[in-house]
């Protein structure tokens, strides 16, 4: 595409961007714009964020030298100009697929990415670390961090900006406000404001006079006040001046002079500083600016139109089995509330929202704040649901141990994304909880391994008086019809798919279609576990007796998952059997299609059916081989 694209095409690094006249800027901004639109047609991703913020990485990568100033990202959602800014223009036709890019920033994808990231809050304290690092090192640099107000709701960030400001390290934050949660529409008179109250002339007075007001402490301290709200009453900046950094904005961050000039003026401020640019989700793109949120993450759409390519029809996600579920036991339960943090549509509560909005609560970036708001919940009566990705409850694990499960409180966890999740990789992969779960006393734990046994198993946590977790994949099950009828089941019973000779397959939630397949060509016997906590132990000693090799497996950590638990058992009740754990292996799983990285793993029914035939030959019980699916003698 160069010939749409020729002042792109000229930039290969920051150097190259740094090399252009000021005017150019316009041109390369549009042509940025265009680029991204083109590269996440085809190969789908987050678009709007990037979208927001191309004349912002523009004047940053202008402004700064890069990568010797530090440029930290918060999310990564909104990093695709800025990857296609620092080298790897060529390489976004790979954003997201096998031994492509990553969606997010990575460090060892670029010299440029100085810090890996995923999820959010994490950028201001990230930058802080940098700061002191350069301080302690002698060395002058400067240290950038970029936040989305929705990014600023989370916990960590305010965390990051009280000790920044107390430490008086050399800092600057961008906070990029797109959602103009924070301020009023600007116009030209805050951007004339911002570039005067960072031009030289207001910072050597305000400089100036902290040295003259030294002796005059009483004075000092009026001053202090009087500017502080003063700036307060034009820019509403007071909370971030109260923290200790000097506010400047709000300021148009598609106005790429004024973000320059700016810029540049705040580069000669000491200690920290806090620039308020205000941008548009979407902007430059008509589809995109109208549906933000449908055009945060997507699939390969037409870039003329805007039309979203979607697939065949097929079985229905997790995820919508989840929010069905939801609207349809909330119209029988008034005590009923659902949680969830800032991922309303990602999580399925979309319909819950608009036919019960009193009793939904989404509370942002802040998952700690949405574990504990449900205990609270729960302490006086209600039945609250949190609908949180797996990866995401990571950073509610003390929450979910000291204010939910130590108090045995009555809180159902819907947990999304269990397990690989495909395009978005490591960052987001729900790797762990099984491990991080199970060993948290009073806490139930439920693994659907169909799309009939999704719905029966949330029903079972809700009905459950106490803490229950449900974990399932994202994507679609294996095409099980759902009966809304079905019972809650009962608990800590797994149930028998396939009697076979030798080898018994203990599968925990979504690993159990591939058991089956690969179980055909083995002979082997298949056991749907459904709990992870607590086991059916009648089920597993019984399979232990009648069996020479237990395989277990999960889509999780083998290091103290489900698996580590019936070999637990096993090890207690004395019962000697060859027992091998299949899952995710100790390495982070790179972004692929999910089955591509099933098969990675030797999780697929190939992989299953090779690892188990191996041990099965070891053991001198091989049977002889049969293609998997092939029909059982």
């Not at 409850?393 to 819907?414: E, K, M």
């Not at 060859?578 to 299609?593: K, Q, T």
């Amino acid at each position: 595409m160069p010939h749409r694209h020729p002042l792109l095409h000229s930039i290969d690094s920051p150097a190259d961007l740094r090399a252009l006249a000021e005017p150019q800027l316009q041109q390369l901004a549009g042509e940025l714009r265009s680029f991204l639109i083109d590269c996440v047609s085809q190969t789908g991703g987050h678009l709007a964020a990037g979208l927001g913020v191309v004349e912002l990485t523009i004047a940053l990568h202008y402004c700064f030298d890069t990568p010797r100033d530090r440029l930290v990202w918060d999310v990564g959602h909104q990093a695709y100009p800025h990857k296609i800014l620092t080298g790897r223009r060529a390489q976004m036709c790979s954003l997201r697929q096998e031994g492509g890019l990553s969606g997010f920033p990575k460090r060892s994808e670029s010299p440029y990415d100085c810090f890996g990231v995923g999820h959010s809050s994490t950028s201001i304290s990230a930058a802080v670390g940098m700061a002191l690092a350069a301080r302690q090192h002698g060395e002058r640099r400067q240290v950038v961090a970029v936040i989305g107000d929705g990014a600023l709701s989370g916990g960590m960030a305010f965390e990051a900006l009280n000790h920044a400001g107390a430490l008086d390290v050399d800092l600057m934050v961008i906070l990029n406000d797109n959602k103009m949660s924070i301020s009023p529409p600007v116009g030209a008179i805050s951007n004339h404001l911002s570039r005067l109250l960072s031009g030289k002339l207001y910072t050597s007075v305000r400089e100036g006079g902290k040295s003259a007001l030294k002796a005059m402490p009483q004075l000092r301290e009026f001053v202090g006040r009087w500017e502080e709200h003063m700036k307060g009453m034009v820019m509403g900046g007071t909370l971030f001046e109260e923290l200790g950094f000097n506010y400047i904005g709000p300021i148009d961050g598609h106005d790429i002079p004024s973000l320059i000039r700016t810029l540049r003026n705040m580069r000669g401020i000491p200690g920290p500083r806090l620039l308020h640019v205000v941008t548009q989700k979407g902007h430059g793109y008509e589809p995109a600016e109208g549906e933000p949120v449908t055009y945060h993450g997507v699939t390969p759409f037409d870039r003329h139109t805007g039309r979203l390519h979607k697939g065949a029809p097929g079985s229905p996600s997790y995820t919508q089995i989840f929010g069905q579920w939801l609207c349809d036991t909330a119209e029988l339960d008034p005590r009923l509330v659902g949680i969830t943090p800032a991922m309303c549509e990602g999580s399925g509560l979309t319909a819950f929202a608009k036919r019960y909005p009193e009793r939904f609560f989404d509370v942002g970036i802040a998952e700690q704040h949405a574990v504990t708001l449900a205990a609270g919940m729960a302490c006086d009566g209600l039945k609250p649901v949190v609908a949180i990705y797996s990866s995401f409850l990571q950073r509610a694990y003390d929450q979910l141990i000291h204010d939910v499960c130590l108090q045995d409180l009555d809180v159902t966890f819907a947990v999304d994304r269990g397990g690989l999740v495909g395009a978005d990789g490591a960052t987001h992969a729900g790797s762990f909880d099984l491990s991080f779960a199970r060993p948290i006393p009073n806490l139930l734990i439920l693994a659907p391994s169909d799309e009939n046994e999704c719905r029966a198993m949330l029903r079972t946590a809700y009905e459950y008086p106490g803490p229950a977790l449900v974990r399932y994949p994202r994507g679609s099950g294996r095409g099980v019809a759902i009966d809304p009828a079905t019972p809650a089941l009962p608990i800590g019973r797994g149930r028998l798919l396939r009697e076979g000779r030798h080898c018994a397959m203990l599968a925990f939630g979504s690993l159990v279609g591939p058991a089956l397949a690969a179980a055909e060509g083995l002979d082997a016997t298949v056991a749907d576990m459904r709990f992870v906590k607590p086991l059916d132990e009648d089920l597993i000693l019984d399979l232990a007796q009648g069996h020479d090799l237990l395989v277990t497996l999960e889509e999780n950590a083998i290091a103290g998952g489900a698996g580590s638990a019936v070999s637990e058992l096993l090890s207690e009740r004395g019962v000697l059997v060859r027992c091998i754990h299949l899952g995710l292996p100790d390495r982070n799983v790179e972004h692929a299609e999910q089955p591509a990285q099933l098969a990675m793993c030797g999780l697929d029914a190939a992989g299953i059916t090779a690892r188990v035939y191996a041990e099965l030959d070891r053991l001198g019980l091989a049977p002889a081989p049969r293609p998997i699916g092939a029909a059982t003698a």
